[in-house]
């Protein structure tokens, strides 16, 4: 090998070597549906990385976007990680003359808070008479939609599971025995929503 080639193959390694990748997320936690936005900086202490050059990110093995640099940053935002923890990597191909880069970070998503409020329509209630428990669950993320499960319960007897329409669930009994009773409602939770139960004493006489 010439002392050409050498030195060559030397500047090309110091130029490998130099090359930096970070990555930073918005949030280190996150909630489903909601933007989180990867930005990656490429450097080397042997000059600027040029503008155009791609930065690919990826979700574990799958590819999200390549985003071209612009002053040495590539941005990516998403809303459409699910509840999980993600591995997210930011990878800088490289060219002829800087060599490839890559840095990863985990991304924390969860699911959207909800709240489940819990009412009855008659406390105290008499033997025999028709007592109905209303439950109503909100976020203040959106609506929970229609058709999900509300589960109604005497301490741990179930009494019943509902589906909410409009964020309200009902459920209505004339059985209670003469007692105080821990009736809890809760909220069953979706790829979303997160789950999220409360609980009221109804006194029967």
């Known amino acids: 090998m010439t002392a050409t080639a050498i030195k060559r193959l030397l500047a090309l390694v110091?130029?490998?070597?130099?090359?930096?990748t970070a990555l930073t997320t918005s949030g280190t936690q996150s909630f489903v549906g909601h933007p989180?936005?990867?930005?990656?900086?490429?450097?080397?202490?042997?000059g600027p990385i040029p503008d155009g050059e791609l930065v690919a990110f990826a979700d574990g093995?799958?590819?999200?976007?390549?985003?071209?640099?612009?002053?040495?940053?590539?941005?990516?935002?998403?809303?459409?990680?699910?509840?999980?923890?993600?591995?997210?990597?930011a990878t800088y191909a490289g060219d002829a003359t800087f060599n490839i880069s890559t840095k990863s970070l985990t991304q924390v998503v969860k699911r959207n808070p909800s709240s489940t409020a819990l009412s009855s329509s008659l406390n105290p209630s008499t033997f025999g008479q028709s007592v109905t428990f209303t439950a109503?669950?909100?976020?203040?993320?959106?609506?929970?939609?229609?058709g999900e499960i509300v589960k109604f319960f005497d301490g741990t007897t179930t009494l019943g599971s509902v589906a909410l329409s409009g964020g309200i669930a009902t459920y209505t009994t004339s059985s209670l025995g003469v007692a105080s009773h821990v009736i809890k409602a809760t909220y069953a939770g979706d790829a979303t929503f997160a789950t999220?139960?409360?609980?009221?004493?109804?006194?029967?006489?």
């Open 14 to 20: 110091l130029l490998s070597s130099s090359l930096t």
């Open 36 to 46: 989180v936005t990867f930005t990656a900086t490429v450097t080397s202490t042997y």
């Open 61 to 89: 093995t799958t590819a999200l976007a390549s985003v071209p640099l612009a002053g040495g940053v590539a941005t990516y935002t998403t809303s459409s990680l699910n509840a999980a923890s993600h591995v997210i990597s």
């Open 136 to 146: 109503t669950v909100t976020s203040s993320y959106g609506p929970i939609p229609d």
């Open 196 to 205: 999220s139960t409360k609980s009221l004493t109804q006194v029967v006489n």
